[in-house]
């Protein structure tokens, strides 16, 4: 907006005087971000109307009354990184490739105070990188930000990344940071940070640090074990780092593994890279038992604290005692979901071959139906069941599994997969085929289930694809856009009163319910083309000629599959009261239908086969 036009505005609404200065940012070129539309440019005011023309991502010249854009529309500086973008594109996508961290830097410089919370820095980057790969793109430049001086990384979201007028070394900023935290959990993870980094110059703080350590290991209550365990490897690190003996602290990493009850708490909460650091402290505080106890850990492992097992056992002289566990776990069916996980990924691995050749059976795979059914039964909610997953996805594991198999085996896994309450019925006739690929006569297995199932639904070809594609829709698209709004509404606070979590979790239960719904419509869908119409009686593919005897005029109505409904051109579904009724009648014979509060006659007058 020109002066002019400020000063006529602020003539007719005089408390805008206060913010002439804003009014006046408004001014054709300005790009803008709006609280409702996202991101736009100022193309023009229009002084006949008294709005501003903004272009908006498919909202072209949208019109917007500038005194109400006050409280919605910011005005972006020209080093914005969104205004960047668009001026200076070549710069902004080469620092994306080549210089996270100097994109950020530079980003920071359009704040005030060169400074602006995590939330808002990572809304803007995701807008400047783009949705598709700027969670891999972040979890990379968070990397390249935490070692750079010039950048203050925060520990929570609604804290700020700051631009620093001096730079420090990240090992001068990890020791501020150890300093100004009185939390136990926060020093271990800052403390290990610098002991990564190997601060060798820094010998003088560092026992300052370990004596605040130490205490914080030993008389935090806030500690899990798991925890304290942690924070005393790192602790006595830190020592071995700042020259001082380890020994002299409490309590001692032994003493920590002391219990072998506590012992599956602590390898559940580990984190991942001490997993096996603890395997070895195991042997140290346990010489005697220490075999037993990794195995009984093993039973009950998951994710990479499985391969540490296995490779701590077989590193120890243990193979044969471990091909022999695992051969009576299945047997007692005592193998749980993550070992038969980690099972079935090094099938083919040479360094297990000989381990698990024994194992790959049919018997294994029925461990796995077990183990499946057995989660989703336990799950609360609809979340992946990974070993459902890599069946589904690992296209020869079936055919490995029943490589032995005879073929009452092979019909009796068949039928414990069709009973199985951890897949969609998609995937299940997914994994029959390959059943059936091998054996086929359990087709017949099949045929029988289908029968046995609801009755099935005749449809079209046109209709079932787009009921499939209403289907992708929602689990490619929606689905994820969902989760990613859930993740963004978490951030934002107290989930009690946090409306737009609220709102995104009831979204997410009308999409799984959807979800479900297309899936059990899908499997019970037939495609037909109506060529088995006749023209004898009313079938689905008829076209019917019907006289409506309150009124003697004549209809007619097309009877097409469950989805094909076009009411507008007398196109009904059969399943519809109407195409219910028609079924089966012969020309000449009557029906009455009553749909709603209304009822109505009709003599069928004529039968014709639809033609598509």
């Known amino acids: 907006m020109?002066?002019?036009?400020?000063?006529?505005?602020?003539?007719?609404?005089?408390?805008?005087?206060?913010?002439?200065?804003?009014?006046?940012?408004?001014?054709?070129?300005?790009?803008?971000?709006?609280?409702?539309?996202?991101?736009?440019?100022?193309?023009?005011?229009?002084?006949?109307?008294?709005?501003?023309?903004?272009?908006?991502?498919?909202?072209?010249?949208?019109p917007m009354d500038p005194a109400f854009c006050l409280t919605t529309l910011e005005i972006l500086p020209p080093k914005h990184l969104l205004v960047r973008q668009q001026t200076e594109p070549k710069v902004i996508d080469a620092l994306i490739a080549d210089d996270p961290a100097q994109l950020v830097a530079e980003g920071l410089e359009a704040y005030p105070g060169k400074a602006t919370t995590a939330i808002d820095l990572e809304i803007t980057l995701a807008q400047v990188v783009g949705a598709e790969k700027f969670k891999k793109w972040w979890a990379v430049a968070k990397k390249a930000l935490a070692k750079d001086p010039r950048i203050a990384v925060p520990v929570k979201k609604i804290e700020c990344y700051v631009l620093r007028e001096t730079p420090i070394s990240?090992?001068?900023?990890?020791?501020?940071?150890?300093?100004?935290?009185?939390?136990?959990?926060?020093?271990?993870?800052?403390?290990?940070?610098?002991?990564?980094?190997?601060?060798?110059?820094?010998?003088?703080?560092?026992?300052?640090?370990?004596?605040?350590?130490?205490?914080?290991?030993?008389?935090?209550?806030?500690?899990?074990?798991?925890?304290?365990?942690?924070?005393?490897?790192?602790?006595?690190?830190?020592?071995?780092?700042?020259?001082?003996?380890?020994?002299?602290?409490?309590?001692?990493?032994?003493?920590?593994?002391?219990?072998?009850?506590?012992?599956?708490?602590?390898?559940?909460?580990?984190?991942?890279h001490f997993q096996g650091r603890l395997l070895e402290l195991v042997k140290t505080a346990h010489p005697a038992e220490h075999r037993d106890i990794v195995f009984t850990l093993l039973k009950t492992s998951q994710g990479k604290f499985t391969t540490e097992c296995i490779n701590f056992l077989m590193e120890q002289g243990h193979a044969d005692d471990l091909a022999a566990a695992l051969k009576r776990w299945q047997v007692e069916q005592n193998l749980r979901a993550p070992v038969l996980l980690w099972v079935v990924k090094n099938r083919h691995t040479k360094k297990f071959a000989k381990l698990l050749h024994d194992l790959i059976t049919p018997r294994l795979l029925g461990a796995i139906f077990f183990a499946i059914d057995y989660e989703a039964l336990q799950a609360a909610t609809a979340r992946r069941i990974p070993l459902a997953d890599i069946l589904s996805e690992d296209t020869d594991l079936i055919s490995d599994l029943l490589s032995t198999a005879d073929p009452?085996?092979?019909?009796?896994?068949?039928?414990?997969?069709?009973?199985?309450?951890?897949?969609?019925?998609?995937?299940?006739?997914?994994?029959l085929a390959r059943f059936i690929k091998i054996f086929p006569k359990i087709q017949s297995l099949v045929?029988?289930?289908?029968?046995?199932?609801?009755?099935?639904?005749?449809?079209?070809?046109?209709?079932?694809?787009?009921?499939?594609?209403?289907?992708?829709?929602?689990?490619s698209k929606k689905i994820p856009e969902n989760s990613r709004a859930i993740a963004a509404a978490r951030e934002h606070g107290d989930l009690r009163e946090n409306a737009e979590y609220k709102m995104s979790k009831d979204d997410q239960r009308v999409l799984m319910a959807q979800k479900s719904q297309l899936e059990k419509e899908l499997g019970r869908a037939r495609i037909t083309d109506f060529k088995e119409a006749t023209v004898d009686q009313v079938s689905v593919g008829s076209v019917v000629d019907v006289v409506i005897a309150s009124n003697g005029q004549t209809a007619r109505y097309t009877v097409l599959g469950a989805w094909d409904s076009v009411p507008d051109k007398n196109i009904i579904a059969y399943k519809t009261p109407l195409g219910l009724a028609l079924l089966g009648k012969k020309v000449g014979e009557r029906i009455t239908v009553k749909i709603g509060g209304t009822e109505e006659s009709y003599q069928v007058a004529g039968i014709a086969r639809h033609v598509s």
């Open 408 to 431: 009452e085996t092979a019909r009796d896994l068949a039928n414990t997969l069709l009973l199985n309450q951890g897949f969609e019925e998609l995937t299940k006739k997914s994994l």
């Open 170 to 272: 990240s090992e001068n900023e990890l020791i501020e940071s150890f300093g100004a935290t009185r939390s136990a959990r926060r020093r271990i993870i800052l403390a290990e940070k610098l002991v990564t980094g190997a601060a060798k110059d820094f010998k003088g703080d560092l026992k300052v640090l370990l004596k605040e350590l130490a205490e914080a290991v030993k008389d935090s209550n806030q500690l899990s074990p798991a925890e304290r365990l942690h924070g005393a490897a790192v602790r006595d690190d830190l020592a071995k780092l700042a020259g001082v003996d380890a020994a002299t602290f409490e309590p001692a990493q032994t003493a920590l593994v002391a219990n072998v009850r506590d012992l599956p708490a602590i390898a559940e909460k580990i984190s991942v």
């Open 447 to 475: 045929a029988a289930d289908a029968e046995s199932k609801e009755e099935q639904l005749l449809v079209s070809r046109e209709s079932f694809e787009r009921k499939r594609e209403e289907y992708e829709i929602i689990v």
């Open 2 to 62: 020109n002066s002019e036009a400020v000063a006529a505005l602020i003539a007719k609404t005089p408390t805008l005087k206060a913010a002439k200065a804003r009014l006046e940012a408004m001014e054709p070129g300005a790009y803008c971000i709006h609280r409702s539309w996202g991101f736009g440019q100022i193309k023009k005011y229009d002084a006949g109307t008294g709005k501003l023309l903004i272009d908006f991502a498919g909202k072209k010249a949208h």
